[in-house]
């Protein structure tokens, strides 16, 4: 039977339909029917390309896919829904059989696959950045402490006392140098502690930190689901995560905090068949950070998680690339959207429940 034959494709977050090389729909996953909006008993035996506002040149394409079965062939569509929404999707065609007169139809947002790209190029530049920031910070060590060093002795040897004054800060530039350097090697020398943790406790250690730095003007919203069960992650490297979002959000609103009218929301939820960096999930953490600040300028938005890079003035630019750093440990994505009014740093995480044994 063709439902238990294809049933393994009711695992994949992508939407699949089975059809045959006349386009007649034989089967359809739980995705599929997810992003049609329909269920399947009422496309199944009929035609797939009525499904698209271009139904002429589906059928022209489900035919060319039939005369060369071992390629595969993608192209743009138009959905339409029984709602009469509709959407451009991503339609990959392939046969799994030559012999068989059967077509697997992949069907991919435009959205979906957007994100896809991005998150394969943060992933990409997040490496690049890691390599960089660790080669980077061992050169600067090395001669840093040489001149440190330097300048110790000559203060030493310097004949009058006011001359110190040009030592010293040798001296202090060079340890706040060395500052900056331990916090760029910091997640690479830590060790990653894992074990069963509830994000809710992050969420409220984050809380209690920040409203002790901004003690007036500044309210901090909980919106919790208290359903999402503890999972397997680093405490103190998740706590350290939040609260450099957090905290970054806290200062971008500096103006709205003297005026009394700043806001910060945490928002946790979860959300089942989700994939990050290429990876399936069954289940994942969806944690918002939402401030009702001035937003980020757009020219920088799209570096925002690079080293060095900071929208405020007098910021390392290095709390965000940690956060993400972290985040990245525990397998997940840290992404953020903005506009004036309303800038939202969104952290997915894979819900491990236990180490997998052997």
């Known amino acids: 039977m063709i439902k238990e034959r294809f049933q393994g494709l009711e695992l994949l977050a992508t939407a699949v339909v089975v059809s045959d090389f006349q386009g007649t729909v034989l089967f359809a996953n739980l995705a599929a029917e997810s992003l049609l ?11 797939m390309a009525a499904l698209f506002v271009e139904a002429g040149q589906f059928g022209e394409f489900l035919a060319k896919a039939a005369k060369d079965p071992f390629g595969i062939k993608r192209q743009v569509f138009e959905l339409v829904r029984p709602n009469g929404s509709s959407e451009h999707v991503h339609v990959t065609l392939s046969c799994p059989d030559a012999n068989e007169n059967i077509t697997l139809i992949e069907l991919r947002e435009i959205e979906q696959q957007l994100k896809i790209d991005r998150e394969a190029r943060m992933l990409d530049q997040s490496i690049a950045n890691k390599e ?6 061992h050169e600067i060590k090395n001669p840093l402490g040489g001149i440190r060093g330097a300048a110790q002795l000559l203060e030493i040897e ?31 020398r830590r060790p990653h502690i894992v074990a069963l943790m509830n994000i809710h406790e ?5 809380r209690s930190v920040i409203l002790a730095e901004h003690r007036k003007g500044l309210r901090i919203v909980r919106d ?7 999972f397997m992650g680093d405490l103190e490297q998740l706590i350290q995560a939040v609260l450099n979002v957090v905290r970054n959000a806290a200062q971008a609103l500096s103006g709205h905090i003297a005026d009394g009218t700043a806001e910060i ?16 999930h069954k289940l994942a953490l969806d944690l918002q950070v939402v401030d009702n600040g001035p937003g980020i300028p757009a020219d920088i938005l799209e570096r925002i998680f690079f080293p060095l890079v900071s929208g405020r003035e007098g910021g390392s630019g290095l709390g965000l690339t940690l956060a993400q750093t972290f985040v990245q440990q525990h397998e997940g994505i840290i992404e953020c959207s903005s506009q004036p009014g309303r800038t939202i740093f969104k952290i997915t995480l894979p819900i491990q429940l236990e180490e997998h044994s052997g």
């Open 265 to 280: 929301i945490l928002r946790t939820r979860v959300v089942r068949r989700v994939t990050i960096n290429r990876k399936q």
């Open 37 to 47: 909006e329909v269920s399947r008993r009422s496309v199944d035996g009929h035609s």
């Open 202 to 206: 992050v969420c409220e250690r984050v």
């Open 224 to 230: 919790y689901d208290i359903s999402i069960p503890e």
């Open 132 to 137: 960089l920031i660790r080669n980077l910070a």
């Open 158 to 188: 310097l004949p009058s006392p006011d001359l110190k004054e040009y030592t010293q800060v040798i001296i202090k530039e060079s340890d706040r140098l060395q500052t900056l350097v331990d916090r760029l090697l910091a997640p690479h």
